[in-house]
């Protein structure tokens, strides 16, 4: 009897303890851009640019930390850094591989939508949210879902990005591999 309530109380604090590490559950149904190609239309052309980086213009007026860069891959995904320019300038420009966790996009003309894969401790499932823009030129603009702030970015050429693993929680399931777009392999 000892042993069986043992067991309970381990089953209990080892339930916490990874509960209070990330969310439990894998809500798989609020994600789509990764079934969708990378390209609505493949004839269509995209201003997008991949040979390099996005970066922030910074609003001193409502931001306290550095800006944020975002790396655009040919093949669907989204890497993001939140630092100071010069601590983002330095990871990128390092010639080690980066891990990180990814997000997807996909493009219609001159228009994009980046769905982020949302997982917090303090909640049981995962969630998505949503950023959609305008690609022109060599610049950016997102707005988070239902918000009227739009941020903009400038893009900085760079050909010597380091490589890139995605690290995502998902990315090892079988719902995501069987769903995943050609496009995006």
């Known amino acids: 009897m000892k042993n069986k309530i043992k067991n309970i109380i381990f089953i209990v604090i080892l339930f ?34 991949t040979d390099g980086y996005y970066l922030e213009i910074e609003n001193p007026k409502k931001r306290i930390s550095g800006p944020e860069a975002i790396i655009i891959l040919k093949n669907g995904y989204v890497a993001q ?3 100071f320019k010069s601590e983002i300038e330095n990871k990128l420009k ?19 939508i980046i769905e982020y894969f949302g997982e917090n401790p303090n909640e049981i499932a995962t969630y998505s949210f949503k950023y959609y823009g305008n690609i022109n030129g060599d610049s950016l603009s997102l707005s988070y879902e239902n918000s009227n702030e739009i941020k903009y970015y400038k893009f900085i050429k760079d050909s010597n990005l380091p490589k890139l693993i995605n690290v995502s929680r998902y990315v090892d399931k079988k719902w995501y591999r069987a769903n995943l777009h050609y496009s995006r392999k």
């Open 16 to 49: 916490t303890l990874i509960a209070c590490s990330r969310s439990l559950f894998i809500n798989k149904n609020v994600y789509s851009i990764y079934k969708m190609p990378v390209i609505e239309k493949a004839n269509e052309k995209s201003n997008l640019k």
């Open 81 to 83: 850094f939140y630092d």
């Open 94 to 112: 390092s010639n080690q591989n980066l891990n990180v966790e990814m997000a997807w996009y996909s493009l219609k003309k001159d228009s994009i």
